[in-house]
């Protein structure tokens, strides 16, 4: 049971490249959510998955999109990188029902240049 | 906006016990108080959490006050590895769509000393 797994743990991508931040959780939780921390700052919500099919946006969706083809994955887009996308990345997960805590990844540190 | 306010930095000796002050006075009645942290630079790691009645588990005791507008997490016995923020967050318990959402505030920086 590895929980949630983020991949990769860092990297650099240059103005206007694109790249896609990998999420998997092995729990079957429902609720996937992707957050943002920038230097010194609280988690933003950028966009949130209730089960397979169906995503939203959170408070800072700009420049990102996600989509949800099964329970278990819950990739994050950077469709064209730029300076103010620099930040740590965290995915998160949780049953649906209860009222049981969420499961967060290691995050993803992501630099651009 | 996060609807609880936190004291942004606390200090604590090792081996005493932490007592990390929340206030959340607009906290509805289907609402729980959650308590994450985050050790320096690692992703968020839930705590407790509860309702109306004091929880205690393995980590942390957190005592809700009668009227539900304030709680206080405790660590029993502060050890260096507490370090962290602490985050106080307050979410509905029957929850769908966007209500299921954690809002972060800035939480509370606890360092222990030794």
């Known amino acids: 049971n590895a929980g949630v797994t983020q991949t990769p743990k860092f990297q650099v991508l240059k103005t206007g490249q694109s790249m896609t931040l990998q999420c998997a959780q092995d729990?079957?939780?429902?609720?996937m959510s992707w957050y943002r921390q920038d230097p010194g700052m609280g988690l933003r919500l950028i966009h949130y998955?209730?089960?397979?099919?169906?995503?939203d946006q959170g408070e800072v969706p700009n420049g990102y999109n996600v989509s949800r083809s099964t329970t278990e994955d819950f990739p994050l887009r950077l469709l064209s990188a730029a300076p103010s996308q620099t930040s740590v990345y965290f995915c998160?997960?949780?049953?649906?029902?209860?009222?049981?805590?969420?499961?967060f990844g290691s995050g993803t540190r992501l630099t651009v240049v | 906006d996060a609807k609880t306010t936190q004291p942004t930095s606390m200090d604590c000796a090792e081996g005493r016990a932490a007592n990390l002050p929340c206030n959340h006075s607009t906290i509805s009645g289907n609402e729980y108080v959650y308590w994450y942290r985050q050790i320096h630079s690692q992703g968020p790691q839930y705590i407790i959490h509860g309702l109306k009645n004091n929880e205690t588990n393995e980590m942390a005791s957190l005592i809700i006050t009668e009227d539900r507008k304030s709680s206080t997490l405790i660590l029993p016995h502060a050890t260096l590895r507490d370090t962290a923020v602490y985050y106080c967050i307050v979410r509905p318990s029957n929850y769908g769509g966007s209500q299921g959402n954690l809002i972060f505030g800035k939480g509370t920086k606890l360092s222990v000393k030794p």
């Open positions: 729990m079957n939780h429902e609720y």
């Open positions: 998160a997960s949780r049953r649906s029902g209860g009222a049981l805590g969420y499961t």
């Open positions: 998955s209730v089960g397979a099919g169906i995503t």
